[in-house]
């Protein structure tokens, strides 16, 4: 069983930078595929980049390339989202998620944080 908890999300202003952490819980963290997720206000959930469990291979949403960047720390069960030149469109719950290497379904979710962009 793995929980995690995110923070960092807040309130910044269109070209600023966010980074949210997500802290895990159980000591299998390290062997998790760990992603990140957005949700905004009447969308669907869409998925933000993912990171493998070396942290060898990341994937991002084509909108969020070269903006955002997912690192993990296992010794610290953090994985990060460093959000840099934000915009208005990237206002949103996010959400981080772990999943095992071995299944296409994240079965662990936070609580989510809210990141709002303003104009």
């Known amino acids: 069983q793995v929980q995690l908890v995110e923070s960092g999300g807040g309130l910044v202003q269109a070209g600023g930078s966010l980074r949210l952490s997500c802290v895990a819980s159980g000591r299998t963290f390290s062997r998790y595929v760990m992603g990140w997720f957005r949700q905004a206000p009447g969308k669907e959930r869409e998925f933000v980049g993912t990171i493998t469990w070396s942290g060898g291979t990341t994937y991002y949403l084509d909108s969020v390339k070269g903006r955002f960047t997912i690192s993990r720390d296992n010794a610290k069960n953090t994985v990060y989202l460093q959000m840099n030149s934000l915009k208005p469109e990237d206002t949103a719950v996010y959400y981080c998620?772990?999943?095992?290497?071995?299944?296409?379904?994240?079965?662990?979710w936070g609580q989510g944080t809210q990141v709002t962009v303003s104009s």
């Open positions: 998620a772990g999943r095992s290497s071995s299944s296409c379904e994240y079965a662990y």
